[in-house]
């Protein structure tokens, strides 16, 4: 009965959306921010600073917010990226999305 809102309008929904656990999301984000950083996994925590913390570069920035998009499926505005600072920011992005994601459309 009660209608569901999509949290967050800067996503679109995609096919890898669907299958991804909450619990999962935060552990891909590790994997994929240290890959992309090339750091030790066990530095990107949630409380994490991309810029200050984990040395990010601008550019850097750029292919973890691509790397994400692709391997969530979803589309991280560039208004949404720049609200995006911490590792615990972007898992949050991410499971908002993922859930709007899912909720069946009402046409």
């Known amino acids: 009965m009660t209608q569901a809102q999509p949290t967050a309008p800067d996503a679109r929904p995609g096919a890898a959306n669907t299958a991804i656990a909450d ?9 994929i921010t240290a890959g992309v ?28 917010i691509m790397a994400i998009e692709d391997a969530f499926g979803i589309e991280i505005s560039d208004s949404a990226a720049e609200r995006i600072t911490t590792v615990g920011d972007l898992v949050g992005f991410i499971r908002s999305n993922v859930r709007a994601a899912r909720v069946p459309s009402e046409s």
């Open 23 to 31: 619990s999962d999301i935060a552990a891909q984000v590790r994997e």
């Open 37 to 64: 950083l090339g750091i030790d996994p066990g530095r990107v925590t949630e409380e994490a600073d991309f810029v200050s913390v984990l040395g990010a570069s601008s550019l850097d920035l750029v292919e973890l």
